[in-house]
């Protein structure tokens, strides 16, 4: 089975604050994502990557950066944390094959309050 | 217009109710698609998936895509209280960017024993 963690399940931080989630996936997968999912808005992407030390910008990257050093390993950084990133923070992975049967799998997610 | 639209809900239905969710897309490069459920709190987990237009069996459950009219389901029969959650409904084309994929905003089904 595909298996894919987070660091956190929930996490309590104060505006301004640098935060890290973290994201690792046992599947070898080449590539990884990061979404936000709020209440009405659905999940919207905020970055991914399909390689090591590659990203690429979704289509909510601002206020958010990413880095992967590693294939198995995909974080997100919120450089200066403000109250409108409290939000419900989705980690996935899939193979970079154009195989038509690929898809994403999900991590458990990670609750970010920022006060 | 939105490239996909879900009903949101909420749904509540009794225990053994049939269940149909649906979900419309308007970019024709959409090929493949997946049903999510996602229990409360919890991440997405893959359900069904389809490439085709037909229909798709698994157990209790039925996917069936309409590519003609752009327009997808999930049915879920003799539903359960553990159907409880939120179902995603979600879109990826055949070429370009296809590792992207496009989700509905979710349909909230309650089933009540």
């Known amino acids: 089975d595909v298996k894919v963690t987070q660091s956190s399940r929930y996490l309590v931080k104060r505006t301004g604050e640098k935060v890290f989630l973290e994201c690792v996936q046992d599947m070898d997968h080449e590539n990884m994502f990061w979404y936000r999912q709020d209440p009405g808005l659905g999940l919207r992407l905020i970055y991914f990557?399909?390689?090591?030390?590659?990203?690429e910008k979704g289509d909510i990257p601002e206020g958010y950066s990413v880095s992967r050093e590693k294939k198995e390993r995909f974080s997100l950084i919120l450089e200066s944390a403000s109250t409108n990133q409290t939000s419900m923070y989705l980690c996935?992975?899939?193979?970079?094959?154009?195989?038509?049967?690929?898809?994403?799998?999900f991590g458990p997610g990670t609750r970010l309050l920022v006060l | 217009q939105k490239e996909v639209e879900q009903d949101p809900g909420p749904l509540s239905v009794p225990e053994g109710a049939i269940v149909s969710l649906n979900c419309t897309y308007s970019?024709?490069?959409?090929?493949?698609f997946m049903w999510y459920r996602q229990y409360s709190r919890k991440g997405p987990e893959l359900l069904m998936y389809?490439?085709?237009?037909g229909n798709k069996e698994d157990g209790r459950f039925t996917a069936q895509v309409d590519k003609s009219s752009k327009y997808i389901s999930l049915f879920i029969r003799d539903s359960q209280p553990s159907d409880s959650a939120t179902y995603l409904c979600a879109l990826r084309n055949s070429g370009g960017s296809n590792y992207k994929l496009t989700f509905g905003k979710g349909t909230l089904l309650t089933v009540n024993p």
């Open positions: 990557s399909y390689d090591v030390k590659m990203k």
């Open positions: 996935a992975s899939s193979f970079l094959s154009r195989s038509s049967r690929e898809t994403q799998y």
């Open positions: 970019n024709s490069a959409f090929q493949y």
């Open positions: 389809t490439y085709s237009s």
